[in-house]
């Protein structure tokens, strides 16, 4: 349930069954792989793939902003809402067609969605709109009092010129009867999507005081075909689920993709060449390259915050041990030693502390150490084992999935990075890989489910609140697993 284990269960589809730690101990070059799996989109040097691959997924197009309507706007930048407030009820926010809208780019659609999709806003029904509102004009409150909206968005999309729309939007606060925030956007024509997410993120900051997270994307893995035969790729997608792309064509085994803080780049641990070793993957161009020159297989691979450095694990002997590698000339220096199996590990935001799964102890919990490897110490004591830990960007909470507990099956959680405040948000047969979106509020993972789909077992992604509220399934064309929730796009 965390790469270690899952590293074992690919090894096992190929290979004759051994135990955990001869599993961890085998030389990998030497385990049979089918044929196709044998076939290498990187090849030996890390090139980029073969023709006929979406290799490349495009950097979004640059948005510019104008005129924020500062002056109307609360002083002081607080919430027009709490968000504990918007939690048990919902903000009713009337969100008007805007004006120009062609099918082709429905930028409307893209803001109700993102809003009620979060679970904070309660978009109100067009059929219920009382009157016509100008984006030019003071709307008619009482009209938008009447159906009880607590804030009105109005806008409109202008014809595009030399390939460019200029989209114009006003968020109105309807209970005290002001402007909040008013905006014109001009970006590429392809890029119009991206402007609903912006505008998205605009709104739910202006009335709840914290950063918005639509303007974001999902990289995962995509799972296809018959169990014990699957065809694993890597894709991405905005996080609403639109533009959805491969990136590797299921040739070898790819897992746990992790996002750049600072680059379009991906980390991801990949069977290439039947050697599981972690590569960086640029999204920009395609190319692809090798982390470090590891004698074991590498995995469970992770950014440091400043992006300059990767953490990853390497199998020695019977165990595996933590490394931090700098990505520009820097070195290698190892943080763990001994024969435990130490993997997952996982900075602090500030890059001072890494949390990480171990065996140490006897079976798998959490600890936390500093960030050159001193001052090792558990966090974990709850009922069963402990894996995928992942550090709020907020810093507050770690998240983590626990199995082995009698009384329930697999469990998302979170909890204090001294391990006080342990709660569980869900529960399922099976699930694994926790990421946490830019703001820290909401949680994506994966899901498996028995006796559903080819083979008897169906994946897919869900997201849930910090708190365990509104948990919902994020829709992907194929079976899924791995999320890693990039940053906020520049």
């Known amino acids: 349930m965390n790469e270690e284990f899952r590293l074992i269960a690919e090894l096992e589809r190929i290979a004759p069954r051994l135990s955990r730690r001869a599993m961890l101990g085998a030389a990998v070059a030497s385990v049979p792989l089918a044929p196709a799996m044998a076939q290498s989109l990187l090849g030996g040097s890390g090139q980029a793939p073969s023709a006929g691959t979406s290799a490349t997924a495009p950097a979004p197009a640059p948005v510019t902003a104008t005129g924020n ?101 006003r968020l109105w606060d309807v209970v005290r009867q002001r402007q909040i925030q008013g905006t014109a956007y001009s970006t590429p024509v392809s890029n119009w999507r991206r402007i609903g997410h912006i505008i998205a993120d605009v709104i739910y900051e202006r009335m709840l ?41 299921g040739s070898f085994l790819v897992l746990t993709p992790r996002f750049s803080p600072t680059q379009d780049v991906l980390a991801f641990m990949s069977f290439v060449n039947n050697r599981p070793r972690v590569y960086l993957f640029n999204l920009d161009t ?25 953490l990853l694990a390497e199998a020695q002997n019977l165990g595996s041990n933590i490394f931090v590698v700098s990505l520009n000339g820097g070195g290698v220096q190892q943080l763990t030693h001994g024969g435990a199996i130490d993997v997952s590990p996982c900075y602090s935001p500030d890059g001072t502390q890494i949390v990480f799964n171990s065996d140490r102890g006897g079976d798998q919990q959490l600890y936390v150490m500093n960030s050159d490897g001193s001052n090792i110490r558990r966090i974990s004591f709850g009922k069963g084992v402990y894996g995928s830990p992942v550090w709020s960007p907020r810093g507050d909470l770690i998240a983590y999935i626990r199995f082995g507990n009698p009384e329930a099956p697999f469990e998302l959680g979170v909890m204090h990075p001294d391990g006080s405040g342990e709660r569980i948000l869900a529960q399922n047969w099976y699930c694994d890989g926790p990421t946490f979106c830019p703001n820290g509020r909401v949680i994506m993972f994966w899901k498996e489910y028995q006796g559903v789909g080819p083979g008897g077992l169906y994946s897919q992604l869900a997201s849930v609140d910090i708190t365990g509220f ?21």
């Open 470 to 490: 509104n948990e919902r399934a994020e829709i992907t064309p194929t079976n899924a697993s791995d999320p890693a929730w990039s940053p906020l796009l520049p």
């Open 69 to 169: 309507g500062a002056a109307t706007a609360p002083a002081n930048g607080t919430a027009e809402i709490l968000v504990n407030r918007a939690r048990t009820a919902p903000i009713p926010i009337a969100i008007v067609p805007f004006e120009g809208t062609q099918p082709q780019y429905d930028i409307t659609s893209v803001i109700t969605g993102d809003l009620g999709n979060c679970g904070l806003f309660r978009p109100i029904n067009p059929a219920a709109f009382v009157g016509k509102v100008s984006p030019d004009a003071v709307p008619d409150f009482a009209n938008w009092t009447a159906i009880g909206a607590a804030a009105l968005v109005v806008g409109r999309i202008l014809p595009d010129v030399g390939g460019k729309l200029r989209v114009e939007f």
């Open 286 to 310: 395609g190319a692809q390259r090798l982390v470090g020159a590891f004698p074991g297989m590498t995995l469970s691979p992770r950014f440091s915050p400043d992006g300059q450095s990767l």
């Open 209 to 249: 005081g914290e950063k918005g997270y639509f303007d974001t994307r999902i990289a995962y893995i995509s799972i296809t075909g018959p169990r014990g035969r699957h065809s694993k790729r890597l894709a991405i997608m905005d996080q609403d689920g639109a533009n959805n792309r491969f990136l590797t064509d």
